[in-house]
Protein backbone atom coordinates (compact mmCIF):
# COMPACT_ATOMS: atom_id res chain seq x y z
CA UNK A 1 0.00 0.00 0.00
CA UNK A 2 1.57 3.24 -1.20
CA UNK A 3 2.24 5.59 1.92
CA UNK A 4 0.42 8.95 2.34
CA UNK A 5 1.90 11.62 3.83
CA UNK A 6 1.29 15.15 5.30
CA UNK A 7 2.57 17.36 2.77
CA UNK A 8 2.12 17.40 -0.84
CA UNK A 9 5.26 16.15 -2.93
CA UNK A 10 5.42 18.62 -5.76
CA UNK A 11 6.97 18.92 -9.30
CA UNK A 12 9.49 21.17 -8.07
CA UNK A 13 10.98 18.99 -5.28
CA UNK A 14 14.21 17.49 -6.17
CA UNK A 15 15.12 13.57 -5.53
CA UNK A 16 16.97 14.60 -2.45
CA UNK A 17 14.15 16.82 -0.98
CA UNK A 18 12.05 13.97 -1.36
CA UNK A 19 14.23 11.73 -0.21
CA UNK A 20 14.52 13.98 3.05
CA UNK A 21 10.72 15.31 3.15
CA UNK A 22 9.82 11.18 3.12
CA UNK A 23 12.28 10.67 6.32
CA UNK A 24 11.52 13.35 8.56
CA UNK A 25 7.89 12.77 8.00
CA UNK A 26 8.17 9.14 8.81
CA UNK A 27 10.09 9.76 12.27
CA UNK A 28 7.48 10.26 14.60
CA UNK A 29 9.52 13.12 16.29
CA UNK A 30 7.92 16.60 15.62
CA UNK A 31 11.11 18.48 15.61
CA UNK A 32 14.17 18.47 13.88
CA UNK A 33 17.48 20.06 14.68
CA UNK A 34 19.62 21.40 12.05
CA UNK A 35 22.49 18.72 12.81
CA UNK A 36 19.86 16.04 13.09
CA UNK A 37 18.11 17.18 9.64
CA UNK A 38 22.58 17.36 7.72
CA UNK A 39 22.73 14.36 9.89
CA UNK A 40 20.11 12.36 7.17
CA UNK A 41 21.51 14.64 4.19
CA UNK A 42 24.76 13.07 4.93
CA UNK A 43 23.68 9.18 5.30
CA UNK A 44 21.51 9.75 1.88
CA UNK A 45 24.95 11.00 0.27
CA UNK A 46 26.74 7.88 1.91
CA UNK A 47 24.51 5.28 1.09
CA UNK A 48 23.95 6.53 -2.42
CA UNK A 49 20.61 6.03 -2.79
CA UNK A 50 19.78 8.52 -4.97
CA UNK A 51 21.68 8.71 -8.22
CA UNK A 52 22.89 11.88 -10.05
CA UNK A 53 23.82 13.54 -6.85
CA UNK A 54 26.51 16.59 -8.00
CA UNK A 55 28.92 15.67 -5.05
CA UNK A 56 30.51 12.91 -2.72
CA UNK A 57 29.48 14.84 -0.03
CA UNK A 58 26.65 17.27 0.89
CA UNK A 59 27.76 20.94 0.49
CA UNK A 60 27.07 23.60 2.84
CA UNK A 61 25.48 25.50 -0.15
CA UNK A 62 23.74 22.62 -1.19
CA UNK A 63 22.33 21.57 2.24
CA UNK A 64 21.07 25.74 2.61
CA UNK A 65 19.66 24.97 -0.74
CA UNK A 66 17.66 21.96 0.53
CA UNK A 67 16.73 23.24 3.82
CA UNK A 68 15.22 26.67 2.34
CA UNK A 69 12.92 24.41 -0.36
CA UNK A 70 11.93 22.33 2.57
CA UNK A 71 10.39 25.08 3.93
CA UNK A 72 9.28 26.77 0.85
CA UNK A 73 7.24 23.46 0.65
CA UNK A 74 6.05 23.77 4.05
CA UNK A 75 7.90 20.67 4.73
CA UNK A 76 9.55 22.29 8.25
CA UNK A 77 9.17 25.78 9.80
CA UNK A 78 10.69 27.62 12.73
CA UNK A 79 10.22 26.03 16.27
CA UNK A 80 8.51 29.13 18.00
CA UNK A 81 11.00 28.61 20.67
CA UNK A 82 14.41 27.22 19.99
CA UNK A 83 16.75 28.34 17.59
CA UNK A 84 18.35 26.35 15.10
CA UNK A 85 15.57 23.69 15.56
CA UNK A 86 12.51 23.16 13.18
CA UNK A 87 8.72 22.08 13.39
CA UNK A 88 7.37 19.16 11.20
CA UNK A 89 4.37 20.12 9.32
CA UNK A 90 1.55 17.63 10.10
CA UNK A 91 3.04 16.52 13.31
CA UNK A 92 1.32 17.64 16.39
CA UNK A 93 3.05 19.77 18.90
CA UNK A 94 4.45 18.49 22.41
CA UNK A 95 4.34 19.91 25.46
CA UNK A 96 7.37 21.52 27.21
CA UNK A 97 8.53 18.91 28.96
CA UNK A 98 8.85 17.00 25.92
CA UNK A 99 9.96 19.94 23.70
CA UNK A 100 12.71 21.05 25.94
CA UNK A 101 14.08 16.59 26.09
CA UNK A 102 13.83 16.76 22.57
CA UNK A 103 16.02 19.95 21.73
CA UNK A 104 18.52 19.07 24.77
CA UNK A 105 19.77 15.28 24.36
CA UNK A 106 21.22 15.51 27.60
CA UNK A 107 19.07 17.37 30.23
CA UNK A 108 16.51 15.58 32.44
CA UNK A 109 13.19 16.94 34.27
CA UNK A 110 14.57 17.20 37.73
CA UNK A 111 13.53 18.58 41.29
CA UNK A 112 9.76 18.93 42.10
CA UNK A 113 9.30 18.58 38.26
CA UNK A 114 10.19 14.85 38.41
CA UNK A 115 8.89 14.94 42.20
CA UNK A 116 5.53 15.40 40.50
CA UNK A 117 6.08 12.55 37.87
CA UNK A 118 6.50 10.43 40.41
CA UNK A 119 3.99 11.05 42.93
CA UNK A 120 6.13 12.17 45.64
CA UNK A 121 4.38 16.06 46.00
CA UNK A 122 1.27 17.47 45.83
CA UNK A 123 2.33 20.47 44.80
CA UNK A 124 2.18 21.66 41.08
CA UNK A 125 4.37 24.93 40.26
CA UNK A 126 4.06 26.22 36.79
CA UNK A 127 7.53 26.13 36.52
CA UNK A 128 9.49 23.25 34.13
CA UNK A 129 12.79 22.00 35.95
CA UNK A 130 15.64 20.75 33.71
CA UNK A 131 19.00 20.13 35.30
CA UNK A 132 21.36 19.77 32.46
CA UNK A 133 25.82 19.35 32.72
CA UNK A 134 27.84 22.26 33.02
CA UNK A 135 29.06 24.32 30.01
CA UNK A 136 32.38 22.30 29.41
CA UNK A 137 30.65 18.96 30.02
CA UNK A 138 27.82 19.82 27.58
CA UNK A 139 30.68 20.61 24.84
CA UNK A 140 32.54 17.71 25.82
CA UNK A 141 29.29 15.33 25.77
CA UNK A 142 28.43 17.04 22.37
CA UNK A 143 32.19 16.80 20.75
CA UNK A 144 32.52 13.11 21.94
CA UNK A 145 28.58 12.28 19.73
CA UNK A 146 30.28 14.54 16.55
CA UNK A 147 33.08 12.10 16.45
CA UNK A 148 30.94 9.05 17.09
CA UNK A 149 28.39 10.38 14.10
CA UNK A 150 31.47 11.78 11.91
CA UNK A 151 34.79 9.72 12.42
CA UNK A 152 37.58 10.86 10.30
CA UNK A 153 35.96 13.05 8.61
CA UNK A 154 35.75 15.94 11.05
CA UNK A 155 39.45 16.22 10.29
CA UNK A 156 39.25 16.90 6.09
CA UNK A 157 38.62 20.44 5.64
CA UNK A 158 37.19 19.76 2.59
CA UNK A 159 34.22 18.36 3.74
CA UNK A 160 31.43 20.11 5.15
CA UNK A 161 29.85 18.67 8.44
CA UNK A 162 27.24 20.58 9.80
CA UNK A 163 28.76 21.16 13.69
CA UNK A 164 26.15 20.37 16.65
CA UNK A 165 26.03 23.62 19.01
CA UNK A 166 24.26 23.66 22.86
CA UNK A 167 21.12 24.27 23.33
CA UNK A 168 20.13 28.00 24.47
CA UNK A 169 17.00 27.81 26.61
CA UNK A 170 13.88 30.54 25.92
CA UNK A 171 12.81 32.01 29.49
CA UNK A 172 9.60 30.25 28.44
CA UNK A 173 9.00 26.66 25.87
CA UNK A 174 5.29 26.44 24.56
CA UNK A 175 4.56 29.20 27.25
CA UNK A 176 5.88 27.33 30.34
CA UNK A 177 8.68 28.95 32.60
CA UNK A 178 11.74 27.05 32.70
CA UNK A 179 14.62 26.60 35.72
CA UNK A 180 17.06 25.40 33.90
CA UNK A 181 20.33 24.19 36.11
CA UNK A 182 23.93 23.80 34.90
CA UNK A 183 25.46 20.80 37.46
CA UNK A 184 28.45 19.02 38.10
CA UNK A 185 25.55 16.35 39.97
CA UNK A 186 24.01 16.14 36.16
CA UNK A 187 22.88 12.60 37.20
CA UNK A 188 20.80 9.32 35.62
CA UNK A 189 17.69 9.87 34.20
CA UNK A 190 15.32 7.48 32.40
CA UNK A 191 13.15 8.05 29.25
CA UNK A 192 9.21 8.38 29.98
CA UNK A 193 7.28 5.61 28.43
CA UNK A 194 4.87 7.05 25.43
CA UNK A 195 7.03 10.68 25.16
CA UNK A 196 10.04 12.23 23.99
CA UNK A 197 10.62 13.06 27.80
CA UNK A 198 13.66 12.04 30.26
CA UNK A 199 13.20 11.89 33.76
CA UNK A 200 15.48 11.78 36.17
CA UNK A 201 15.54 7.93 37.93
CA UNK A 202 14.21 7.75 41.31
CA UNK A 203 16.87 7.56 43.33
CA UNK A 204 18.32 10.67 41.50
CA UNK A 205 15.04 12.44 41.92
CA UNK A 206 15.83 11.91 46.02
CA UNK A 207 19.75 12.88 45.84
CA UNK A 208 18.51 16.14 43.97
CA UNK A 209 16.60 16.91 46.77
CA UNK A 210 19.43 17.08 49.16
CA UNK A 211 21.28 19.16 46.73
CA UNK A 212 18.76 21.57 46.00
CA UNK A 213 15.79 21.81 48.60
CA UNK A 214 14.95 25.05 47.26
CA UNK A 215 14.09 23.37 43.84
CA UNK A 216 12.32 21.18 45.87
CA UNK A 217 9.73 22.95 47.96
CA UNK A 218 12.37 23.81 50.43
CA UNK A 219 14.02 21.50 52.82
CA UNK A 220 10.72 20.91 55.33
CA UNK A 221 8.92 19.48 52.38
CA UNK A 222 12.04 17.51 51.32
CA UNK A 223 12.24 16.26 54.64
CA UNK A 224 8.47 15.38 54.74
CA UNK A 225 8.59 13.40 51.05
CA UNK A 226 11.72 11.79 52.46
CA UNK A 227 9.46 10.32 55.49
CA UNK A 228 6.61 9.27 53.63
CA UNK A 229 8.38 7.72 50.38
CA UNK A 230 12.27 7.38 51.18
CA UNK A 231 11.79 3.51 52.74
CA UNK A 232 9.65 2.79 49.13
CA UNK A 233 12.90 3.51 47.19
CA UNK A 234 15.67 2.99 49.78
CA UNK A 235 17.55 0.85 47.85
CA UNK A 236 17.46 2.90 44.54
CA UNK A 237 18.56 6.30 47.47
CA UNK A 238 21.54 4.00 48.87
CA UNK A 239 23.05 3.39 45.01
CA UNK A 240 22.28 7.14 44.18
CA UNK A 241 23.71 9.00 46.97
CA UNK A 242 27.01 6.15 46.78
CA UNK A 243 27.55 7.47 43.11
CA UNK A 244 27.18 10.95 44.17
CA UNK A 245 30.53 13.13 43.38
CA UNK A 246 30.14 15.45 46.83
CA UNK A 247 30.43 14.02 50.49
CA UNK A 248 27.54 16.52 52.05
CA UNK A 249 25.27 14.55 49.96
CA UNK A 250 26.42 11.44 52.26
CA UNK A 251 26.14 12.98 55.24
CA UNK A 252 22.70 14.50 54.60
CA UNK A 253 21.60 11.03 53.62
CA UNK A 254 23.41 9.17 56.27
CA UNK A 255 21.23 11.42 58.99
CA UNK A 256 18.02 11.60 57.71
CA UNK A 257 18.03 7.60 56.90
CA UNK A 258 19.95 6.29 59.89
CA UNK A 259 18.54 8.76 62.37
CA UNK A 260 15.60 9.95 61.21
CA UNK A 261 13.86 6.72 59.46
CA UNK A 262 15.69 4.23 61.29
CA UNK A 263 17.49 2.85 58.64
CA UNK A 264 20.32 -0.11 59.57
CA UNK A 265 22.59 -0.61 56.59
CA UNK A 266 25.88 -0.62 56.18
CA UNK A 267 26.16 1.33 53.26
CA UNK A 268 24.81 3.63 55.45
CA UNK A 269 27.14 3.52 58.14
CA UNK A 270 30.07 3.74 55.89
CA UNK A 271 29.45 7.29 54.60
CA UNK A 272 30.34 8.03 58.39
CA UNK A 273 34.06 8.44 56.80
CA UNK A 274 32.95 11.82 55.29
CA UNK A 275 31.90 13.53 58.26
CA UNK A 276 34.19 16.76 59.49
CA UNK A 277 34.42 17.20 63.26
CA UNK A 278 33.99 20.84 63.74
CA UNK A 279 33.13 22.02 60.64
CA UNK A 280 30.23 23.78 59.45
CA UNK A 281 27.97 21.64 57.45
CA UNK A 282 24.12 22.13 57.22
CA UNK A 283 21.26 19.84 56.61
CA UNK A 284 19.73 23.20 54.54
CA UNK A 285 22.37 24.52 52.24
CA UNK A 286 19.92 27.45 52.15
CA UNK A 287 19.55 28.27 55.90
CA UNK A 288 22.39 29.65 58.20
CA UNK A 289 24.05 27.15 61.35
CA UNK A 290 22.25 26.59 64.00
CA UNK A 291 23.43 24.83 67.63
CA UNK A 292 20.92 22.11 66.90
CA UNK A 293 23.57 19.49 65.70
CA UNK A 294 23.59 15.85 64.96
CA UNK A 295 26.87 14.47 66.97
CA UNK A 296 26.85 11.28 64.64
CA UNK A 297 26.92 12.92 61.34
CA UNK A 298 28.33 16.51 62.28
CA UNK A 299 25.66 18.62 60.70
CA UNK A 300 23.88 21.16 62.02
CA UNK A 301 20.04 20.07 61.80
CA UNK A 302 19.04 24.09 60.83
CA UNK A 303 15.96 22.68 58.86
CA UNK A 304 12.44 23.72 60.35
Not at 14 to 32: F, K, N, Q, W, Y
Not at 109 to 127: C, F, K, N, V
Not at 198 to 219: H, N, S, W, Y
Request: aromatic share 10%; charged share 25%.
Amino acid sequence: MQRTYPFAIRKRMTRLGEAVARHIADDSCPIISNYDLFRIVWHIYSDRRIKYLRDARPTKEAFSRLRSLLQEENIIFRDADFYLFWRISGKSDVPADEAACIADKFCYISHISAMQRYGLTDRRPRELFITRPTLGEYKRLLQEKFVTDYGDAIGDSSIYIEPPRPVHYPQTVRGRPLSVLSTVCHGDWRPVRGTFAKVGTIGQTFLDMLEAPDRCGGMAHVLTVWQEHALTYVEEIIASVDQAPKPIHKVRAGHILEERLGVNDTRVVSWKKHVMRGGSRVLDPQRPFTDTYSEEWMISLNAD
